[in-house]
């Protein structure tokens, strides 16, 4: 049983209509999203801006309500849980976000930040028990037990992350979602944090849903990665296979878009033209259509499913995944 | 001689009473039709170098307490506000990270083009001339773009119709300031494709900055890297990605997971960036560096000429590769 299992996800806003028009429209920002994490597993979710991965985190963790479909947890159906029973789960998932400076409180001590989630789930009971727990993950984070009495304005922004990751700890969670942890830092401050989420994930099995724009960051830290586009999960498949071999033309374009050191030994680039289109009127057949450069008129029309094309490889495309298929 | 060359460039910043130095002594030249890419990391002093050289940064809170920035040979610090404006948009253009504040919000992207046509090419200032620059970047269907409010296009739509500002002026430097830092890779793609084709066609140089050493292997035909104030070291694309110098570079490119190439564990880098004002004696890396020696704390090291056309601040340092260290 997986830790976490979504079903059918999907999250739509309506939306104003511009200043002339009339009624609402939808954003259809996640759509019929279907994904595991196994406990302890790192699961990377990759895509561009507006694709959905910041909707599906918060609604994953019941932040927002989804449209419609079924969040499991430990096999527990979680989506229509009152507030009051989901507060006892919220112990067991916990979400960092990109801005280290915004999720802290400035004006109470990193050691009252720490103090108010154990606090809340009553999980050290004196005082002393909670400083001492406190001491604790600042250690494991790689702060000092001391730092517990200053202000977050102190830290730099790497420190700051950590200590969003230790009270996130705080509550010994089973399942981490981190939305773009890293994207804030300093390029030679990233590392420190990459390593911290890869010890808690190894050493302490807690399980990662990974949120990035950064491909090569996901192929080095996550067991799987899912690729979004316009709201759905278009491949899903082993990190390290799917950025060596993508089987979906989208995965191939968002690969060979990552700049590399080593230009020269690159293949051929892919550009994709233009922009992801407007997750308000998504285009018919498969979603990826219109900058597709294999596209064929079926695409236009149908859309493909996510279909398992190789034992644990996923891929929603006519024409790539036949010829994995046929090339493995 | 070179198109812009920087000699012991100094900037200061007035802060409560005292002048905090962001740029310590950097210099560096380009020639003409070169890329060169000014790496390093946030707050070194990239964009204060980049600004100096059409003089664009507010005097005060700044001023130059040293050195010479010279473009075609003449000298920008000394310039009287005429000379300068011949020079910036027009010799030298920029193009900045985040287009949206960059463009008028309340003009169409076509009319914003035309006034910097009028101001520095009045011949030229055309509809037609308008829209052949918005065609050159790759905007599609530029007619009626060009009547589109900055609004209505897209980051990466934005920063083409800023591209196509900044060429207007047919530039000898283009200065990009982390043009694509606030893009998705995809459209960054894009970007650095119009960029290398324009530099192609056009034979323009370029200095582009940024702190994500990946764009330098794909544009770059030199690499200068920053780390606090200074220039620590430079190197042509190929041996300064290859074979790295100075303890930081090596740091730098370790410090990041390459795509295709997977590794156990990342290597970071302790301890954190130096903001101006905290910067440390003797070697400014000297408390993050592995293999820093007792000498390296008191000790300021000089950019001294190595072999290959490369210099390099530290004493201690000999090319090698990243694998091997
Ligand atoms: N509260 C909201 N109301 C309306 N639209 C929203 C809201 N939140 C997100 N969206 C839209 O949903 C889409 C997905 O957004 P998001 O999940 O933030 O994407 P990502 O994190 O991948 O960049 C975007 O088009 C965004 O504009
Ligand atoms: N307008 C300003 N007033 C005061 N200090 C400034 C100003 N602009 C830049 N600085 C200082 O100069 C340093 C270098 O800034 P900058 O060149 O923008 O760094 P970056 O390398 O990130 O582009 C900053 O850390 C800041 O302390
Ligand atoms: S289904 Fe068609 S349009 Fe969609 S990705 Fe595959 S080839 Fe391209
Ligand atoms: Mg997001
Ligand atoms: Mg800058």
């Known amino acids: 049983m997986p830790l976490l299992e979504l079903e059918s996800l999907q999250v739509r806003f309506p939306v104003e209509r511009g200043f002339f028009g009339r009624g609402t429209r939808v954003v259809h920002a996640v759509e019929d999203l279907s994904l595991t994490v196994a406990a302890g597993e790192a699961v990377g979710l990759v895509g561009e801006s507006g694709c959905g991965k910041t909707t599906l985190g918060r609604a994953l963790l019941r932040l927002i309500e989804p449209t419609s479909g079924t969040i499991r947890f430990n096999g527990e159906d979680i989506t229509h849980l009152p507030a009051g029973e989901l507060r ?17 409180n400035p004006r109470l001590t990193v050691g009252q930040s720490l103090a108010e989630p154990l606090e809340i789930h009553g999980i050290a009971s004196t005082p002393a028990e909670r400083a001492e727990r406190i001491a604790t993950l600042l250690r494991s984070v790689g702060l000092h037990a001391d730092h517990a009495d200053r202000y977050p304005h102190e830290f730099s922004g790497g420190q700051r992350q950590r200590i969003v990751i ?15 942890p890293v994207s804030a830092l300093d390029v030679s401050v990233q590392a420190q944090v990459v390593n911290l989420l890869q010890d808690l994930q190894r050493e302490r099995g807690v399980a990662l849903l990974f949120i990035s724009h950064d491909l090569a960051v996901v192929e080095h830290l996550c067991q799987r990665v899912a690729v979004m586009y316009l709201g759905r999960v278009v491949e899903l498949g082993p990190a390290r296979e799917v950025c060596r071999r993508p089987s979906h033309p989208y995965t191939a374009a968002l690969l060979s878009a990552v700049p590399t050191l080593d230009a020269t030994s690159r293949q051929k680039r892919i550009v994709l033209r233009g922009d992801p289109p407007s997750p308000i009127d998504p285009p018919s057949g498969c979603p990826f259509h219109p900058r597709c450069p294999i596209a064929q008129d079926r695409c236009r029309s149908e859309r493909p499913a996510l279909r398992e094309i190789q034992p644990g490889r996923w891929s929603a495309c006519w024409v790539e995944a036949d010829q994995l298929k046929g090339r493995s | 001689m070179p198109l812009l060359s920087i000699h012991d460039l100094e900037v200061e910043f007035r802060l409560n009473d005292r002048w905090v130095r962001a740029v310590d002594g950097v210099s560096f030249s380009i020639e003409p039709g070169e890329t060169l890419c000014l790496v390093g990391e946030s707050g070194c002093g990239k964009s204060v170098t980049a600004l100096s050289i059409g003089r664009l940064l507010p005097e005060p809170p700044a001023r130059y307490s040293g050195g010479r920035i010279e473009v075609e040979g003449h000298d920008i610090l000394s310039m009287s506000p005429r000379e300068l404006q011949r020079i910036r948009g027009g010799v030298v253009s920029y193009v900045f990270q985040e287009p949206a504040a960059a463009l008028n919000p309340v003009f169409r992207v076509g009319s914003q083009i035309l006034e910097t046509l009028q101001i520095h090419r009045p011949a030229k200032a055309t509809q037609a001339e308008v829209v052949r620059l918005l065609g050159d970047v790759g905007i599609p269907d530029p007619e009626r773009r060009a009547r589109s409010y900055p609004h209505e296009l897209s980051g990466g739509m934005q920063q083409r119709v800023m591209i196509a500002m900044a060429i207007a002026t047919e530039p000898r430097l283009l200065i990009a300031d982390e043009p694509t830092t606030a893009l998705d890779v995809t459209i960054q793609a894009q970007i650095l494709e119009l960029l290398k084709d324009l530099k192609q066609r056009l034979g323009m140089a370029i200095l582009l900055i940024t702190h994500n050493l990946g764009l330098v292997g794909e544009i770059a035909d030199r690499v200068a890297v920053m780390y606090a104030g200074q220039i620590v070291e430079t190197a042509p694309v190929g041996s300064l990605l290859h074979a790295p110098a100075h303890p930081y570079t090596r740091a730098l490119i370790q410090s990041v997971p390459e795509l295709g190439h997977p590794r156990e564990r990342l290597i970071a880098i302790p301890g954190t960036v130096p903001m101006p004002g905290t910067w440390p004696a003797g070697c400014r890396f000297a408390p993050r560096c592995p293999v820093v020696q007792d000498d390296c704390r008191t000790l300021a090291p000089s950019l001294k000429s190595i072999a290959g056309n490369r210099s390099v601040r530290c004493p201690h340092s000999a090319p090698g590769s990243t694998a091997s260290s």
């Open chain 1, 88 to 104: 006892s789960r919220r112990r067991q998932f916990q979400m960092i976000f990109q801005d280290p400076f915004g999720s802290l």
């Open chain 1, 166 to 180: 230790a009270r996130a700890l705080a509550v010994e969670p089973k399942l981490l979602v981190c939305d773009e």
